[in-house]
């Protein structure tokens, strides 16, 4: 078994007061955000883990990306008969994650995802390059397949089909989820593991504030 006992790290960077505090968490996310945009540390400030509970009471993890964000919630696109969709489909109560070791900050999102309108869905993927509208019809996602060779050759037959077209229509299985925030958590990173930990909870369409205890 590999020892990782000694691994440590001090986190001092920054502080989370509630003097600095705003009243509304989507202000601190935004701030947060363009924060970790503007990062050198920081590749892909919108990855984000989102977490589903599927029929066989498994939770799952895995790496998304946020493509929208304003006060009713947090988009992102995905294939709906994917293992996530399915998942989704069955319990709508999410967790999203955003991880910024550059600035020693976490951000965790619990909510209920709801299909984004056909119209929000279609703008985005007609605005996707045609390459990743290609890839997102040829994959069925999550599906058990033979190999490589399948999706390449799949791939290839139709970009022939579609050789004269500048932009394809987007397939009904594909779309996004709106994910609209019930609690907000934000964690700063501080010395001796006493970590800034503040909550918003969604009471009744208003912000309640309380600081967590590392």
């Known amino acids: 078994m590999k020892d990782l006992s000694n691994y ?3 986190y001092e960077k920054d502080s989370l007061l509630e003097a600095n ?10 701030n947060w955000f363009k924060d970790a945009e503007n990062s050198d ?14 029929e066989s009471g498994y939770p799952k993890a895995r790496v998304v990306l946020l493509k929208q964000y304003d ?19 069955f319990n709508n109560k999410v967790s999203l994650s955003f ?3 550059a600035l020693e900050r976490q951000i965790i999102i619990k909510g209920i995802a709801e299909k984004t309108p056909n119209e929000v869905s279609d703008a985005y993927f007609s605005s996707r390059p045609k390459g990743s509208q290609l890839g997102a019809i040829v994959s069925p996602q999550s599906r058990v397949i033979p190999n490589r060779a399948f999706l390449e050759e799949n791939l290839t037959k139709l970009k022939q089909e579609n050789a004269g077209l500048e932009s394809l229509k987007r397939p009904e299985h594909w779309g996004g989820y709106t994910v609209k925030p019930l609690e907000i958590e934000f964690w700063q990173g501080r010395a ?12 009744n369409k208003n912000w309640e504030r309380n600081r967590l205890a590392p």
Do not use: C, Q
Request: no cysteine.
């Open 71 to 89: 006060a009713s919630g947090f988009v992102f696109y995905t294939n709906y008969n994917s293992e996530k969709g399915k998942a989704i489909a």
């Open 41 to 54: 540390g920081i590749d892909e400030a919108n990855a984000m883990t989102i977490s589903t509970i599927s």
């Open 8 to 10: 440590r790290k001090s």
């Open 21 to 30: 505090l705003p009243l509304n968490p989507l202000e601190l996310f935004n």
């Open 192 to 203: 001796n593991r006493l970590h800034d930990r503040i909550v918003y909870e969604n009471k």
């Open 99 to 101: 991880f910024w070791p």
